[in-house]
């Protein structure tokens, strides 16, 4: 039974290393947004010691101050990690070890850009607010992060692994679906080839031998 929704089918007949191949390539493209957050981030704090009102922040305040810019730090280095990953495997035949590997440096990043931000907030706020704001516009900056990078997407898992998943193929065309029009495309042009030296060829566009 299947879900009737092309969305929710499977690459027809992709191989593993095809399916390694996507999936690193659609972590590359995720931990480009992420990298953008980073460095705006990474070049607001570089500037904050030099700002005018700095002499007048308190210790506490500086205690926030070098949590966030080492968290900061950390989130670089993780989503940064899987481009240094793919430079020492490269060409040692290692993509699921990357993929691996890049996908849980991908979600520690993610995490501790999380906590970083989280705490810009905090900071910025008790510069400019009570106490009382502080916690409160802090606690729900950090709830908002879990549900929409949390929540929403545990539930959208649990969704789909409750949806009923596509009937699988056989395992001899799991195993040769690949290469199925290869193979038919090279006996058509064999055919096609045959026909001509037997005098019974047709242009193209005329004939049953005609490409559609």
């Excluded at 400019?128 to 950090?142: E, N, R």
């Amino acid at each position: 039974m299947t879900s009737g929704d092309p969305a929710h089918e499977p690459p027809a007949a992709e191989s593993q290393y095809q399916r390694l191949t996507r999936n690193w390539a659609e972590l590359l493209q995720e931990i480009r947004v992420a990298q953008t957050g980073v460095q705006i981030l990474f070049g607001f704090l570089l500037t904050l010691p030099f700002t005018a009102r700095w002499n007048v922040v308190t210790p506490f305040q500086r205690a926030i101050f070098i949590a966030i810019l080492l968290l900061t730090a950390l989130a670089s280095v993780l989503l940064i990690g899987p481009v240094a990953f793919h430079r020492v495997v490269f060409r040692h035949h290692a993509r699921a070890e990357l993929v691996r590997a890049a996908n849980a440096l991908a979600l520690a990043g993610l995490v501790v850009l999380a906590l970083a931000i989280v705490g810009v907030v905090l900071l910025v706020v008790s510069v400019l607010m009570g106490t009382v704001a502080t916690v409160v516009i802090g606690l729900g900056t950090a709830v908002t992060f879990a549900a929409v990078w949390g929540l929403l997407p545990a539930l959208a898992l649990r969704q789909a692994e409750q949806r009923p998943r596509p009937a699988e193929p056989p395992a001899a065309d799991r195993t040769n679906g690949t290469d199925r029009a290869d193979r038919a495309d090279r006996a058509d042009r064999a055919d096609r080839a045959d026909r001509a030296e037997g005098g019974d060829a047709h242009p193209e566009g005329d004939g049953p031998g005609a490409i559609p």
